[in-house]
């Protein structure tokens, strides 16, 4: 799971890289609303990868269960 934040982090890095110098902030109308746009989704993107990255539970992967207790079956008394 740690490996595709890791890539996820890779690919809006270099959609950064790569976008970053070609847009403008400071263009007036809808290009600059696209460019502030753009860069806060990319920014927000980051941070959510980051998060998930270093806040995810040690030990638990995809193929392993958490360990719970056994469900004890109740049995219904009748009355009749």
């Not at 070609?22 to 990868?49: H, K, P």
């Amino acid at each position: 799971m740690k490996q595709r934040y890791i890539l996820c982090l890779l690919f809006t890095g270099a959609l950064i890289y790569y976008g970053a110098p070609r847009i403008s902030i400071f263009a007036e109308g809808l290009q600059g609303t696209f460019a502030i746009g753009w860069l806060v989704l990319a920014t927000f993107v980051v941070a959510g990868n980051l998060a998930a990255l270093l806040y995810t539970p040690k030990g638990i992967s995809k193929g392993k269960k958490l360990k719970s207790k056994p469900v004890r079956k109740v049995r219904s008394r009748s009355f009749g």
